[in-house]
């Protein structure tokens, strides 16, 4: 679930400024979504990728330790082989 903040009249009155609150993003439309799945199903290529669990519970014990989602780590760790066999 997305969020967005937004300023409210009422002021923290402890800290004397705008307070937030806290906005549901709005769903998108059908057209918007149809947009997004033909627009996913033209520019990107899925690849399905299977591993022992052992194995997932290390990279992703790696790509916490370097602040990353698991699917970013993981694209950045194939980036960087393709660099270095070129």
Request: aromatic letters at 10%; hydrophobic letters at 30%; glycine letters at 0%.
């Amino acid at each position: 679930m997305i969020y967005y903040y937004r300023k409210v009249e009422k002021k923290d009155a402890k800290k004397n400024r705008p307070m937030l609150r806290k906005d549901k993003a709005m769903p998108n439309s059908e057209k918007k979504k149809d947009y997004n799945r033909e627009y996913a199903k033209t520019n990107f290529k899925r690849i399905p990728l299977d591993v022992q669990k052992d194995v997932y519970d290390k990279i992703k014990a790696a790509a916490e330790k370097s602040k990353q989602p698991v699917n970013t780590y993981i694209k950045q760790a194939i980036q960087m082989r393709m660099d270095q066999e070129q």
